[in-house]
């Protein structure tokens, strides 16, 4: 009989124990590649919203954990825009409130006039952009106008105040979509953040022959500004996608996706330990005979070697489909979208199957070497 076709039959004649083994594995798998999945999904999104207006470097007030906590004077971007380097700035006070109709919370973005990441936004119609005199007016993403079943015209309670629905806008980002925009005087107001913004950003001129260099220089001139008083301001600048990965919110996030995979993977590899220990100690005297006849040490550890790794395989591949799965079916909740993407990448799926191999590694190593070292005469006798 052929070696793989052995391990196979193997595998079939306790149908049950291998297929729970599978179940345990993928379960694992699943809880990998779905967490992995959302955090990751999440992570992109915000650099989509980035990448999508342009914006090179974001200043905040330096040690604050969260971008919604940072506070600064926006006399400072007349200062930020006389830096080497940079091309425009726009202020922004960026916040979540909440939105009658809504169960959460809401982003929302206060933006001047004049703010270049107006360019982005494209405004369906009947609506139209905000104007000066837009003191009450919203403009709602594309997905957000559709959880709250608002059109133009209509009005939406924001933070107990009314505000008219003046444009609803698609901004090809998923995240954006889920957002609100008004000028940022209004927001300032409903805030009760006078003159306040919580952030810059900041494009750099495109012909920079070495723009690397360009952002680190631009940095430490922002890092060392300082006030009347010749202390430094205490701003924080990052370029955009270090900006969005040293989020606190992303890095707990990932950090509790890592922890809950963790301890998913040791339940897992526990389970496939049992199943490989209890399915070498029945075949003991199978093993005694195999030695018998001539089959090496290294033989036999490969046999169980194959037969753990193809159960860890399996659970793998059936854990990716079940993740798909279910990172499909949360993308669809209304408080999810815009937040997941609903896809996998080739780079999770990569991971998972490298999980796997270690699943496959702990949970028939031990049975490999404690079957292999059976001597054949013990082994023959064992009952």
Known sequence: MHFLDFVLRNLLRRKVRTALTIVGVSVAIAAVVGLMSITGGYEESSKEVYASHGIDMVVVRAGEAVTNGSTLDQSLAKRLQELDGVSKVSMALRDTVSIEGTSGLVPVNGWPLDSFNFDT?????????LEASDKQAVL???????????KVGDEVEIEGEKFTVVGIYDSGSIMEDRSAVMLLRAFQNLSSKDAQVSQFDITVKKDLSNRAAVLVALRQQIEGLRGDDGNKLGLAAQASDEFVKSDNQIRLAHAMAWITSAIALIVGSIGMLNTMIV???????EIGILRAIGWRKSRIISMIMVESF???FAGAATGILLAFALVQMLARFPAAQGVLSGGITIQIVILAYLLSILV????GGYPALR???????????YE
């Open 121 to 129: 936004l494209t405004i369906l119609p009947p609506g139209r952009d």
């Open 140 to 150: 709602l993403g594309k997905t957000l106008a559709e959880n709250l079943d608002k």
């Open 279 to 285: 399915s070498v100690l029945e075949r003991t005297q």
């Open 310 to 312: 193809t159960l860890s």
């Open 360 to 363: 496959g590694l702990v949970g």
């Open 371 to 381: 079957g292999a070292s059976l001597p054949p005469t013990e082994a023959l006798r």
